[in-house]
């Protein structure tokens, strides 16, 4: 068994309700694994205890908690030998879903108890990594609104996006994809490493981590009809073939806004910005599952 090291947000999702180094305990102790458990005390905490555990000798670093523990982890291991690995506690846990992680926290232990590994592709929206999506427009809208909610999970994120449906207006921008530049109203701007959101909310189903590529999801507009075909699609995982969005793929792509536009990685916004420089790192990141 690989010496583990698990970063615990213990602010995140259900694992509160839980005794998680307990849990941790009864699945390692009884493998005499070489293990420690390090918990986060604020935001931007994880990255600085990844690179640490990496510096370490750790061979897997584990992030426990949500998308955004996971982010943290993931940055903080950028270019060391460590891998990450999960235990999805989040509200979404959209990478541990596209990596088909168990949800539930005894067969996600036990899992990597006797990992497997690979690497995964990064990308990267001005100068920030992210290993899932990363957007402009109304998906960081909503996670902005979200973020300020006073509380988490799906129910809330569906009463801020209905709520900020009928009040978001679309920035008109130019996109370069593949050297064709395009003038569009940006509604929706999506760059997917992984295929989801979170919480099999499938925004390029199509979408793999190792391809070397981005895959771009462009609304220009959503009127009420094809809002409702995009949330269809997006639940049954063929927003694609539903003709309610355009697809691309890039290696690379830069993103001139009209007026400042909203933007996320990994669900957590981040402000606004009128340029994005969007690019990936091909298999920059091991990882254990």
Do not use: W
Not at 66 to 73: H, I, W
Not at 250 to 272: C, E, I, T
Not at 275 to 280: A, G, M
């Amino acid at each position: 068994m690989p010496k583990t090291c698990f970063i615990l947000n213990p602010t995140a999702g259900p694992s509160r309700r839980h005794d998680l180094p307990a849990l941790i305990g009864q699945h390692f102790g009884t493998h005499e694994a070489d293990y420690e458990i390090r918990l986060t005390e604020c935001a931007g905490h994880a990255v600085e205890l990844a690179q640490v555990a990496a510096a370490e000798g750790f061979a897997v670093v584990v992030a426990v908690g949500g998308d955004g523990t996971v982010n943290e982890v993931g940055r903080g291991l950028l270019g060391t030998a460590a891998a990450l690995g999960i235990v999805p506690q989040g509200s979404g846990n959209g990478l541990a879903r596209h990596l088909k992680v168990p949800l539930a926290l005894p067969a996600a232990l036990q899992r990597l108890a006797a990992p497997t590994f690979s690497r995964m592709d990064v990308g990267v929206m001005n100068g920030h990594p992210f290993f899932c999506t990363a957007g402009l427009g109304f998906d960081a809208h909503v996670s902005q609104h979200f973020a300020q909610a006073g509380s988490r999970g799906l129910s809330t994120y569906l009463r801020v996006t209905l709520r900020e449906y009928r009040r978001y207006l679309p920035v008109p921008v130019e996109v370069d994809l593949n050297g064709q530049r395009r003038q569009t109203d940006c509604y929706v701007l999506a760059f997917a490493n992984a295929s989801q959101y979170g919480n099999n909310a499938y925004i390029a189903p199509l979408a793999d981590l190792r391809d070397g590529l981005l895959d771009v999801c462009l609304i220009d507009s959503l009127p009420v009809v094809r809002a409702i075909k995009v949330s269809l699609g997006m639940a049954l995982g063929n927003l694609p073939q539903s003709k309610a969005a355009e697809y691309f793929r890039v290696s690379q792509s830069r993103v001139v806004a009209q007026a400042p536009l909203g933007f996320h990685v990994d669900g957590d916004y981040l402000g606004h910005a009128t340029e994005f420089v969007v690019e990936l790192m091909p298999l920059a990141l091991a990882v254990a599952v």
